[in-house]
């Protein structure tokens, strides 16, 4: 990641500041897990939830894809648009009948883990 940091005569230098660990694992399995949503998308299990979730599912894997690829970035906007996508998600399944306290677990992990580097990023 590039950051400009102001210098005492006026002038700007840029530096690469490391990735963290954590952000290069979350997006190597978000990607994993988007590429295995890719195929769901077209499957009876998906149209038979509602004709609804295909197009829902495709539009989670996109979004999710985004925000992987903001994270991996070292972009703010992925941190925020990421967190929306999640309480986007959290109340779908509650509308569904499907919440439980796991699905909201591992993007919470997630998300603490973002904003604990939310100073690293542009």
Known sequence: METSIPQPTGTTTTT????????????VIGFIG???????????IARNIGAWYPPYLAFSAVVG???????????????????GFVALNQIVMLMMGVWNVFALLL???VIAIAFTHLSKMR
């Open 65 to 83: 894809f985004v925000c992987m690829v903001g994270l991996w970035k070292m972009r703010r906007w992925a941190v925020f648009t990421y967190t």
């Open 107 to 109: 993007p919470g992990i």
């Open 34 to 44: 988007g590429l295995f949503t890719i195929p769901l998308i077209f499957t009876d």
């Open 16 to 27: 690469t500041v490391p990735r963290p660990t954590a952000i290069s694992v979350i997006c």
